[in-house]
C-alpha cells in the first residue's frame, strides 16, 4: 500500500535560514555507490491533471499510473519554466534559463543554446563511465549560429558536442520547420538530389503557405502557425525541399518510441541514460490510427492516450531485457498544459470535464502553478518505496542528485543552481528545496516555499487570449497562501507586506547569484 509523504508544516519563521541551501542538502543527503540505468520520459505540454494517476476522471493513462504505483508520484514538483526551450536548458545545464540571454522559445533554425564547453549532465553521466543518448524533442537549437546550419551535410555542434553518444532528434518543434528528423548531426533519409532550405524571415518562391493557400491545408491554424505546409499541416518557418527526410505526423510516437526502444537494446549490457523527450502532447496533435478518436475530447486526448502507449512500451522493452528493477525511470513533463495552442483541432470544443491543469491557475505560458507544476513519477525497483510525496522539487535538482548518486563531482562553475535533493527524490525528505523561482513566458520570475508563492510585479497581459491562460503578469506583487490556497485565488499580499517583504529580497538574492548564503 501506498505511504502518503507530507510536507512538514514550515515552522521556522521565514526571515531565516537556518543553514545555506547547499548545506541543508549536504547534510541530509550522503552520496551512495551505484550504476542503475536513467531514463527520463520528458512529455511536451502534458498538465498534471492530464494523467489519471493525479486524479483525472476523464482519461485513462494505465501504464502511467502503473509507473506511479511503483515509484514515487510527487504533488510538488515543477519545471524550471513555463514553456519549453528554458525549462530543457534548465535541466540539462543546472542553471536557471533566466540567468542567460537567448533561451527562451527557439526557432527552428536556432543556433545551439547549450555551447559545447558547457558541462552537461550528459557530461556528468559519461563522467561516470555511461552511454548517454537523446532521442525525441530537442528544441534547443543545432549549429553554431542562427540560420546557419547546413541542413545538407553535417549540422556541427550538434548533441556530440554536449555529452550525447547518440541522438535522434526533431530539431525544435512539430510546429516548425524544418520538420525533418536529425541523427547524430545528419537529417534522417535525405535525399541529395532535393536540398533542404530553411528560412524564419521570408518565404521561398513559389512555395505555398498557410496564410495564402488554406485550401491546402488538412487541419487550420487557429493563430499563427500558417507559413510553409508540410503534410496539410502549415508551421511556423519557411521551408523547402527534402521531400523524402519529412516525418509524417501520424508516425511521429512510433519513431521516436522504437528508437528509444532500440536504444535499450542496443545498450541493454553497460550503464546507459536515455533522454526520452516525447512530441506528445504538443501541437499539432496528429495521432496514430491506432488513437485517433478513442479519448473522446479530439486529438488532444488521444495523443495522450499514445504518451501513454509510449510509457508501456519503454517499461515493457526493460522487463523483457531484465533491466527493469535496475533502472531509474523518472517521468515529467517540460511545463504545464495548453488547449488550444494554435490550431482548430477541437481541443477546446471537446475538453468537457477535463482539466489538464488539475486544481491549479493558469498553464503553459504562465507564472500561476499551472505553468511549472506538473507531473513526476520516480521509479526504482528494489530501491524506492512507493509512496506519494508533496516535498517541493524541481528538475533543475536532477543534474546534481544524480550526481550524487553516481558519485560524479560536478566541476566547479557547472550546474550552478542544481541543488542535491535525492533524498527527496527518493521519497525520503518530506520537504525538498525550502525554496523554488518560477519563470513564466514573459521572463517574469516568482518564488514557492513550502508556505507562500510570491509573483514579483512584471510587464506584459495578465492574459494570453490565443491560448486562453493567465498569464500572471501584473505590475502589483502577488502573495498567496500554498496551504489554503493551492488554486492562487486569493492574493493576499497587502494582509502580508514583512512576507512579500522577505520573499522579494530572497528572489533578489538568487538573481544576484548569491544562492545559499544567509539573507542579511
Same mark, same amino acid.
Given at each position: ?70 515509484? &514515487? ?68 537549437? %543545432? ?17 556530440? *558536442? ?17 520538420? &525533418? ?6 537529417? &534522417? ?37 500558417? =507559413? ?20 509524417? *505526423?501520424d508516425q511521429i510516437a512510433d519513431e521516436l518510441t522504437g528508437k528509444a526502444v532500440d536504444f535499450i537494446e ?13 512530441? *506528445? ?20 486526448? /488521444? ?19 531484465? %533491466?527493469?528493477?535496475?533502472?531509474? &525511470? ?65 528538475? %533543475? ?78 505590475? /502589483?506583487? =502577488? %502573495?498567496?497562501?500554498?496551504?489554503n490556497d493551492l488554486g492562487e485565488k486569493n492574493n493576499v499580499a497587502n494582509r502580508h507586506p514583512a512576507v ?21
Amino acid at each position: 500500500m501506498k505511504k502518503e509523504i507530507k510536507s512538514i508544516p514550515f515552522i521556522v519563521p521565514l526571515i531565516t535560514l537556518p543553514l545555506p541551501i547547499s548545506a541543508q542538502a549536504a547534510e541530509r543527503e550522503a552520496p551512495e555507490s551505484a550504476t542503475p540505468n536513467v531514463i527520463f520520459i520528458y512529455a511536451d505540454d502534458i498538465g498534471y491533471g492530464d494523467l489519471s494517476c493525479n486524479g483525472a476522471k476523464t482519461i485513462s493513462t494505465p501504464h502511467v499510473e502503473q509507473l506511479a504505483a511503483e515509484g &514515487v508520484r510527487f504533488t510538488n514538483a515543477h519545471s524550471a519554466a513555463a514553456t519549453s526551450t528554458p525549462a530543457r536548458y534548465a535541466m540539462l545545464t543546472g542553471e536557471y534559463a533566466w540567468r542567460r540571454e537567448g533561451t527562451g522559445i527557439a526557432d527552428g533554425d536556432a543556433g545551439m543554446i547549450i555551447r559545447p564547453d558547457r558541462y552537461t549532465m550528459a557530461d556528468m553521466f559519461r563522467d561516470a563511465g555511461y552511454v548517454t543518448g537523446a532521442i525525441g524533442k530537442w528544441h534547443l537549437g %543545432l549549429g553554431d549560429k542562427k540560420g546557419t546550419q547546413d541542413w545538407n551535410g553535417l549540422i556541427s555542434p550538434n548533441l556530440s *558536442d554536449i555529452g550525447f553518444d547518440y541522438s535522434y532528434i526533431m530539431a525544435a518543434t512539430g510546429d516548425r520547420v524544418p520538420c &525533418v528528423f536529425v541523427e547524430n548531426g545528419r537529417v &534522417v533519409n535525405l535525399d541529395p538530389n532535393d536540398s533542404i532550405f530553411v528560412s524564419y524571415q521570408k518565404n521561398f518562391p513559389g512555395e505555398p503557405t498557410g496564410k495564402n493557400n488554406p485550401e491546402l491545408l488538412t487541419m487550420l491554424p487557429s493563430h499563427g502557425h500558417n =507559413q510553409s505546409i508540410v503534410n496539410g499541416i502549415s508551421r511556423i518557418g519557411f521551408m523547402k525541399g527534402g521531400k523524402s527526410a519529412l516525418w509524417k *505526423d501520424d508516425q511521429i510516437a512510433d519513431e521516436l518510441t522504437g528508437k528509444a526502444v532500440d536504444f535499450i537494446e542496443q545498450h541493454k549490457d553497460r550503464p546507459f541514460f536515455l533522454y526520452f523527450a516525447t512530441q *506528445d502532447a504538443h501541437v499539432p496533435r496528429v495521432p496514430n490510427a491506432r488513437f485517433a478518436g478513442k479519448s473522446g475530447m479530439g486529438p488532444r486526448g /488521444d495523443v495522450l492516450l499514445q504518451f501513454d502507449w509510449s510509457v508501456g512500451e519503454v517499461m515493457a522493452t526493460l522487463k523483457r531485457l531484465g %533491466l527493469d528493477r535496475n533502472t531509474i &525511470v523518472i517521468l515529467s513533463s517540460d511545463n504545464g498544459p495548453v488547449v488550444d495552442d494554435g490550431y482548430r483541432d477541437q481541443a477546446v470544443e471537446l475538453l468537457g470535464n477535463h482539466k489538464p491543469g488539475g486544481p491549479f491557475r493558469g498553464g503553459k505560458y504562465s507564472s500561476y502553478e499551472a505553468g511549472t507544476r506538473v507531473p513526476c513519477i520516480l521509479r526504482w525497483a528494489g530501491h524506492v518505496e512507493p509512496a506519494v510525496s508533496d516535498a517541493l522539487v524541481c528538475q %533543475l535538482d536532477w543534474f546534481s542528485s544524480l550526481a550524487s548518486l553516481l558519485g560524479v563531482e560536478i566541476p566547479a562553475g557547472a550546474a550552478p543552481d542544481s541543488e542535491n535533493y535525492w533524498n527527496a527524490w527518493l521519497g525520503k525528505d518530506p520537504l525538498g528545496r525550502p525554496a523554488l523561482v518560477e519563470q513564466n513566458a514573459q521572463n517574469n520570475l516568482s518564488i514557492i516555499t513550502a508556505d507562500w508563492k510570491y509573483i514579483e510585479p512584471g510587464k506584459g497581459s495578465p492574459y494570453n487570449r490565443n491560448v486562453g491562460i493567465e498569464t500572471g503578469n501584473s505590475p /502589483d506583487p =502577488q %502573495l498567496y497562501d500554498m496551504h489554503n490556497d493551492l488554486g492562487e485565488k486569493n492574493n493576499v499580499a497587502n494582509r502580508h507586506p514583512a512576507v512579500v517583504e522577505e520573499l522579494s529580497r530572497q528572489l533578489n538574492a538568487i538573481k544576484d547569484g548569491r544562492v545559499g548564503l544567509p539573507l542579511e
